[in-house]
């Protein structure tokens, strides 16, 4: 059964929260959109190893682009909320289980029975997303994993530019890639804790 925390995303508690812990928003990290592991799979478990025996979040940089995108964030969700006639819950992540080890960390929660991701892309990136009409394949993943953690039937996509056509886009569970990343979240998870006690008894 999930386990929802109201912690406030963005405060040191949150970042303490997440150590060490494989979460959505890096799941390109662990795995690639076609099932096999990611190219960057090594270097993000030694980040969680080093988060964990140090107790430091390594906070990645952020460019103005994106600094935008989190300042228009709760217009987005004001956006959503409107169109849908829906209340959007925020909560602080989301735990698969009591054992904690994978978390999401969605935008919105919708009656707690689905999910809502957002983005605030720069225009041209919204002219793109709005040509192929689907969901990024860069969030792809992101979103196959929260909806893993979760278990919710569907996930809301929603790009949002405020002078432009929003996308926004339902995405259910993709059984295929649901069961690759179950498979190598597994892996990854046993090598990053046998990885964190070799180095404590060391």
């Not at 935008?68 to 959503?80: D, I, K, L, S, V």
């Not at 909320?81 to 735990?95: D, K, P």
């Not at 278990?151 to 056509?165: E, K, N």
Request: glycine residues 6%.
């Amino acid at each position: 059964m999930i386990i929802i925390t109201d912690i406030q995303q963005g405060t040191e508690a949150w970042f303490k929260e997440k150590l060490g812990k494989p979460s959505a928003s890096n799941a390109s990290k662990i795995i690639r959109n076609d099932g096999k592991p990611s190219t960057q799979r090594e270097g993000y478990l030694y980040e969680l190893v080093a988060e964990t025996l140090t107790g430091v979040y390594e906070n990645g940089y952020k460019n103005d682009a994106m600094l935008t995108g989190q300042e228009r964030e709760a217009e987005a969700r004001e956006f959503y909320s409107f169109t849908n006639s829906v209340e959007v819950e925020q909560v602080g992540m989301i735990y698969k289980d009591k054992d904690k080890k994978v978390l999401c960390s969605p935008d919105g929660l919708i009656n707690r029975e689905h999910g809502l991701e957002m983005k605030n892309p720069l225009s041209k990136t919204q002219v793109k997303y709005l040509l192929d009409g689907c969901l990024p394949s860069e969030y792809f993943s992101q979103v196959q994993f929260s909806l893993f953690v979760t278990g919710f039937p569907f996930w809301d996509f929603l790009s949002y530019v405020p002078t432009m056509r929003p996308l926004m886009i339902r995405v259910e569970p993709d059984a295929k890639f649901q069961a690759a990343l179950k498979i190598e979240l597994e892996k990854f998870i046993e090598e990053l804790d046998e990885t964190v006690n070799k180095l404590r008894k060391e």
